[in-house]
């Protein structure tokens, strides 16, 4: 099973690691298109006024392109610890025993505008892009990922299981046909729903930490619905590749 998350905008500062290494990691048929983006937000971040524009950063965003011009240089961390924010707090990596981290690295990868998608102990550095983002003189990231990043996908998860929680913006970088997906929606007292937004991020923390805990590794859309259900959360199976969170 591999379970896909979306990235945060928000990432650590910092971290122990050696300076990135692009052939550290996974999928290394991503490797060229990585170092042309590396390169690309290096340079951008030499004009701050550029990278401003480019990147939706406000005038007080300096540190961010800070991040960027060192992509090369600045200290890394592995992926899982580098992203933080509302689902980031709900997985809650940080309270992993050895056992249940070697599980999430095995389990869990993490979708980037940067890096196409990163095993979650992949060590990579801070950095600003978004899914969205269009650097100057290239095609859109979509158009960039999309030659490469659904084949790299379907080597790297032929025969398994995957769950796909990324937000729209990154499945459309590379997607994975047949992947299982979830929706989180409230039900009202009428027994109306409609598509949470707030708390989206926060469940979908909350289910793949209950797949990365699992003692069991689901392979069906079956088995994912009754481990969900063990850790908690309220399930249902909307169509053989879609499951609905419910609150």
């Known amino acids: 099973m591999l379970v896909l998350l ?34 690309e937000l290096i340079q951008l971040a030499a004009d701050p006024e550029a990278s401003r524009s480019a990147l939706a950063l406000g005038k007080g965003a300096d540190a961010e392109i800070a ?11 592995a992926a899982l610890d580098r992203y933080t924010g509302v689902l980031y707090d709900a997985l809650d990596a940080a309270c992993f025993t050895t056992a249940q981290r070697t599980k999430a690295n095995a389990r869990l990868a993490i979708g980037s505008a940067l890096f196409g998608v990163v095993r979650a102990g992949d060590p990579i550095p801070a950095y600003r892009l978004s899914g969205g983002s269009k650097l100057p003189g290239m095609p859109t990231l979509q158009s960039v990922w999309k030659q490469v990043l659904p084949e790299a996908l379907r080597e790297e998860t032929d025969g ?19 992947a299982i997906t979830a929706a989180v929606l409230t039900e009202r007292p009428d027994g109306s729903r409609t598509v949470v937004s707030h708390f989206n991020k926060h469940h979908k ?12 590794e689901p392979t069906d859309i079956n088995g994912l619905a009754r481990v969900a259900e063990k850790f908690g959360l309220r399930i249902e199976i909307a169509s053989p590749t879609e499951l609905l969170v419910l609150t």
């Open 205 to 216: 923390g909350l289910l793949a930490r209950a797949l990365v805990l699992a003692r069991s």
């Open 67 to 77: 991040r960027n011009a060192a992509l090369r240089t600045s200290p890394t961390r």
């Open 6 to 39: 979306p990235p945060s905008e928000t990432k650590s500062d910092g971290g122990s690691g050696r300076p990135l290494d692009l052939d550290a990691l996974a999928m290394p048929q991503l490797t060229a298109v990585r170092d042309k983006l590396v390169t």
């Open 160 to 178: 398994q299981l995957i769950v796909d929680l990324r937000s729209g913006t990154y499945q459309n970088l590379g997607r994975i046909p047949g």
